[in-house]
């Protein structure tokens, strides 16, 4: 959007408020497609997803000032209903939207148990959600708050196969919130995991709008792998401009399920036509979505080339980020919390936030006190340092936050002496595990500080130090062998005894279990690796001269290759690898392509992505002549951990897909519509997405078939993946 269009948009909302009566001013609406305050100043969000539902443990508030720190306008909040995840309860809420506006921060709060529904099996219905906005104790913590807060009804409630429940269900959900009485702006994400590249809520955007009695939504899209170049970032901004609907990007990030996302773009274009942007997210992401954090580890003196980025390259939250009007104009202030340390007589550390937008520094009274840093500007924290009191009398110092114009904030600081009965004991003193990976607790009951060791590999303890009354965790990992085996845990204070905890893991039975039990390789010579997991010796053989299995024995743990040479006929052909060991038995079922030939089709299969958390495949269609009939169907095995999470296509709406699981394998379907024709093209893609459990999937094993018509003819193709 030219600085003109901007300026006349500008002065459209000022006409329009001008002729809106006063009663319309409460809390955020929309003004000629624009998102304003209850000043009728427009206000364009920059700011940053927080994580708190998964992380209640941490110092929100502390998280929050230093997210504020960035010059973030904005916070978008993770809650969660009781669907997925532990209920955040009201007073929870109404604490989150205090800081956020003690800290000068919009909370836009959302709710994620609805993410994916029902293509994630866990999630519940934007109904659920619903019911979290309108129950007392949310509607206590927001009621009053319109000025402050925008209700995100529902994060990515609709996967991939619910399109066509979209529109209704999210027009019931506004409708409902209004008849109970919210009146605060409403954000709804789009279909499609929130990416809609089906275009169901952009092109069903106007029905939205007025089936919403205060016409007062705002519409969130999340641009992740579907945004991959400028031009669908371009299309899907301007439709919402020429229909004059307010669109703020809720999430997105520079990289998604493996996949790039041209994250500098929706910056660019962002800032261009006067949309906002939320990034995903300030830390916490596990697995392969480290590449979205913002922070190492909630770490805001660490940041990651994303997290620099958004926050402080070209149009990022500090070049353009503008604090809402509501808050009024900024005054000097500089606060502490907590204003009181107590420590035990060890060296210890403690952490206290500082809110503030002056610059300050920091003295200490006491030698045995120190601070890091000394000096900060703006919101931040400070670390507090005691080293040991080896004294017989408890002590005390001050600590002393300064800043210009505002008074001084003191933080005292406390430390008990050291007992005159030095002891150590730990609960129980033997633990007994079965012969499974396993973890148990102990008590430690002392008034000292300690440290913990053990004397075998197969035992873990954390934490391995502690002061005073503490719990420690050990673990073992699972026994193989054949026999029990037994280990030590020592717990050593200083001026006492050490205490010995026992620890034995009972022998298992026989055991053996096979990475895959069926190996599906197409018409070419192909192999095939298979690993063996058993606490005893076992052997392999085959019943095929075109199956060779190496090597034919072990023992233990291990890996075998299954091999099978090109089968030149036209039919399938199959065979059976039979491992034995311990009185156990374990096959795998072969069965192998014949030769087929798609003439004027060719088909490849592609491993796109591959973690333990996050796997994908692809067919890629190549074509010489006019399809006119085409299914693609992608079988992956279900190994252990793996659920199917997604699928797309670069064909768009001219193919329907769906997907389905049984206990065995995951089944991914595209179907070429009827009437349909695919013109000469190469690359097509059609994409199957599994989630994991750690553990990465052997997807050696996965198959495809691709059948139709083209050129007037039948072709029927099929393959694994490479």
């Given at each position: 959007m030219s600085t003109l269009i901007r300026a006349l948009r500008r002065a459209a909302i000022l006409c329009t408020l001008l002729l809106l009566p006063a009663a319309s001013f409460a809390g955020f609406f929309i003004a000629n497609g624009q998102l304003v305050d209850n000043n009728?100043?427009?206000?364009?969000?920059?700011?940053?997803?927080?994580?708190y539902t998964w992380f209640q443990s941490r110092n929100t508030q502390q998280d929050l000032a230093a997210i504020a720190a960035t010059g973030s306008n904005t916070v978008r909040v993770v809650l969660s209903t009781g669907g997925q995840w532990a209920r955040v309860n009201g007073p929870q809420v109404a604490q989150i939207i205090q800081w956020c506006k003690d800290l000068r921060m919009i909370a836009v709060l959302e709710v994620h148990d609805s993410t994916g529904w029902s293509e994630q099996a866990s999630a519940v219905n934007i109904s659920n959600a619903v019911q979290y906005w309108t129950s007392s104790d949310i509607r206590a913590a927001i009621n009053g708050q319109e000025n402050f807060v925008i209700v995100n009804i529902a994060n990515e409630p609709f996967g991939n196969n619910t399109t066509a429940q979209y529109f209704t269900q999210t027009r019931d959900a506004i409708i409902a919130l209004r008849n109970a009485g919210v009146t605060h702006n409403i954000m709804v994400?789009?279909?499609?995991?929130?990416?809609d590249w089906s275009n169901e809520m952009r092109n069903r955007a106007m029905e939205l709008w007025n089936a919403?009695?205060?016409?007062?939504?705002t519409f969130s899209v999340h641009m992740y792998e579907v945004y991959q170049s400028l031009a669908p970032i371009q299309t899907y901004m301007q439709a919402f401009d020429d229909m004059n609907l307010p669109l703020v990007i809720g999430e997105f990030g520079p990289i998604n399920n493996g996949q790039p996302v041209d994250s500098d773009s929706v910056i660019a274009q962002a800032a261009q036509r006067g949309n906002g942007y939320i990034g995903w997210s300030w830390s916490g992401n596990g697995g392969s979505g480290t590449g979205l954090d913002m922070t190492n580890n909630f770490d805001p003196a660490s940041l990651t080339n994303w997290g620099n980025r958004i926050i402080n390259g070209t149009n990022g939250i500090r070049a353009t980020s503008v604090i809402a009007s509501v808050f009024g104009p900024a005054t000097s202030n500089l606060t502490v919390s907590p204003t009181t340390l107590t420590f035990a007589p060890g060296a210890s550390s403690s952490t206290v936030a500082v809110t503030a937008n002056v610059s300050w520094t920091v003295t200490d009274n006491q030698t045995w006190i120190s601070v890091t840093p000394?000096?900060?500007?703006?919101?931040?924290?400070?670390?507090?340092?005691?080293t040991a009191n080896t004294g017989a009398t408890s002590r005390s110092g001050t600590v002393t936050v300064s800043g210009t114009g505002v008074p001084a904030r003191t933080i005292t600081v406390n430390q008990a002496s050291q007992p005159n009965d030095l002891f150590l004991n730990t609960t129980p003193t033997s633990l007994s595990f079965s012969s499974g990976a396993s973890s148990m607790n102990a008590t430690v009951t002392s008034n000292v500080s300690w440290s913990v060791t053990d004397n075998q590999t197969w035992i873990t303890v954390t934490p391995t130090s502690g002061s005073n009354n503490g719990t420690i965790a050990v673990s073992v990992t699972a026994n193989t062998g054949t026999a029990s085996r037994s280990g030590t845990v020592t717990v050593t204070g200083a001026g006492v005894a050490q205490r010995q905890i026992t620890v034995t893991q009972a022998a298992p039975g026989s055991t053996l279990t096979l990475s895959a039990s069926t190996w599906s390789p197409g018409a070419a010579a192909a192999t095939f690796a298979v690993t063996v997991t058993s606490n005893g010796n076992w052997s392999a053989v085959d019943d095929q001269s075109w199956l060779s299995v190496s090597p034919t024995s072990g023992?233990?743990?291990?890996?075998?290759?299954?091999?099978?040479?090109?089968?030149?006929g036209t039919t399938s052909r199959t065979g059976t690898v039979t491992v034995s060991g311990g009185g156990l038995t374990r096959t795998i079922a072969v069965t192998q392509a014949g030769v087929s030939s798609g003439g004027s089709v060719t088909a490849t299969g592609l491993v796109t992505s591959s973690s333990g958390w996050f796997s994908e495949e692809q067919v890629r269609v190549n074509n010489t002549a006019n399809i006119t009939a085409l299914t693609v169907t992608i079988s992956v095995q279900r190994t252990a951990g793996v659920n199917a999470s997604g699928q797309y296509n670069t064909v768009g709406g001219q193919i329907t897909q769906s997907n389905s699981c049984t206990s065995t394998v995951c089944t991914y379907v595209y179907t070429l519509n009827s009437g349909q024709t695919l013109t000469p093209a190469n690359g097509r893609s059609f994409a199957a997405q599994m989630s994991g459990n750690g553990t990465v999937h052997p997807t050696a094993g996965d198959t495809f078939t691709v059948t139709g018509t083209a050129g007037g003819s039948a072709f029927s193709l099929q393959g694994n993946f490479q």
């Amino acid at each position: 959007m030219s600085t003109l269009i901007r300026a006349l948009r500008r002065a459209a909302i000022l006409c329009t408020l001008l002729l809106l009566p006063a009663a319309s001013f409460a809390g955020f609406f929309i003004a000629n497609g624009q998102l304003v305050d209850n000043n009728g100043t427009p206000f364009i969000m920059r700011g940053v997803n927080y994580p708190y539902t998964w992380f209640q443990s941490r110092n929100t508030q502390q998280d929050l000032a230093a997210i504020a720190a960035t010059g973030s306008n904005t916070v978008r909040v993770v809650l969660s209903t009781g669907g997925q995840w532990a209920r955040v309860n009201g007073p929870q809420v109404a604490q989150i939207i205090q800081w956020c506006k003690d800290l000068r921060m919009i909370a836009v709060l959302e709710v994620h148990d609805s993410t994916g529904w029902s293509e994630q099996a866990s999630a519940v219905n934007i109904s659920n959600a619903v019911q979290y906005w309108t129950s007392s104790d949310i509607r206590a913590a927001i009621n009053g708050q319109e000025n402050f807060v925008i209700v995100n009804i529902a994060n990515e409630p609709f996967g991939n196969n619910t399109t066509a429940q979209y529109f209704t269900q999210t027009r019931d959900a506004i409708i409902a919130l209004r008849n109970a009485g919210v009146t605060h702006n409403i954000m709804v994400d789009a279909a499609n995991w929130g990416q809609d590249w089906s275009n169901e809520m952009r092109n069903r955007a106007m029905e939205l709008w007025n089936a919403d009695t205060l016409r007062n939504l705002t519409f969130s899209v999340h641009m992740y792998e579907v945004y991959q170049s400028l031009a669908p970032i371009q299309t899907y901004m301007q439709a919402f401009d020429d229909m004059n609907l307010p669109l703020v990007i809720g999430e997105f990030g520079p990289i998604n399920n493996g996949q790039p996302v041209d994250s500098d773009s929706v910056i660019a274009q962002a800032a261009q036509r006067g949309n906002g942007y939320i990034g995903w997210s300030w830390s916490g992401n596990g697995g392969s979505g480290t590449g979205l954090d913002m922070t190492n580890n909630f770490d805001p003196a660490s940041l990651t080339n994303w997290g620099n980025r958004i926050i402080n390259g070209t149009n990022g939250i500090r070049a353009t980020s503008v604090i809402a009007s509501v808050f009024g104009p900024a005054t000097s202030n500089l606060t502490v919390s907590p204003t009181t340390l107590t420590f035990a007589p060890g060296a210890s550390s403690s952490t206290v936030a500082v809110t503030a937008n002056v610059s300050w520094t920091v003295t200490d009274n006491q030698t045995w006190i120190s601070v890091t840093p000394t000096s900060g500007s703006n919101n931040g924290s400070l670390t507090v340092s005691v080293t040991a009191n080896t004294g017989a009398t408890s002590r005390s110092g001050t600590v002393t936050v300064s800043g210009t114009g505002v008074p001084a904030r003191t933080i005292t600081v406390n430390q008990a002496s050291q007992p005159n009965d030095l002891f150590l004991n730990t609960t129980p003193t033997s633990l007994s595990f079965s012969s499974g990976a396993s973890s148990m607790n102990a008590t430690v009951t002392s008034n000292v500080s300690w440290s913990v060791t053990d004397n075998q590999t197969w035992i873990t303890v954390t934490p391995t130090s502690g002061s005073n009354n503490g719990t420690i965790a050990v673990s073992v990992t699972a026994n193989t062998g054949t026999a029990s085996r037994s280990g030590t845990v020592t717990v050593t204070g200083a001026g006492v005894a050490q205490r010995q905890i026992t620890v034995t893991q009972a022998a298992p039975g026989s055991t053996l279990t096979l990475s895959a039990s069926t190996w599906s390789p197409g018409a070419a010579a192909a192999t095939f690796a298979v690993t063996v997991t058993s606490n005893g010796n076992w052997s392999a053989v085959d019943d095929q001269s075109w199956l060779s299995v190496s090597p034919t024995s072990g023992s233990g743990n291990g890996n075998f290759t299954l091999s099978a040479t090109a089968n030149t006929g036209t039919t399938s052909r199959t065979g059976t690898v039979t491992v034995s060991g311990g009185g156990l038995t374990r096959t795998i079922a072969v069965t192998q392509a014949g030769v087929s030939s798609g003439g004027s089709v060719t088909a490849t299969g592609l491993v796109t992505s591959s973690s333990g958390w996050f796997s994908e495949e692809q067919v890629r269609v190549n074509n010489t002549a006019n399809i006119t009939a085409l299914t693609v169907t992608i079988s992956v095995q279900r190994t252990a951990g793996v659920n199917a999470s997604g699928q797309y296509n670069t064909v768009g709406g001219q193919i329907t897909q769906s997907n389905s699981c049984t206990s065995t394998v995951c089944t991914y379907v595209y179907t070429l519509n009827s009437g349909q024709t695919l013109t000469p093209a190469n690359g097509r893609s059609f994409a199957a997405q599994m989630s994991g459990n750690g553990t990465v999937h052997p997807t050696a094993g996965d198959t495809f078939t691709v059948t139709g018509t083209a050129g007037g003819s039948a072709f029927s193709l099929q393959g694994n993946f490479q």
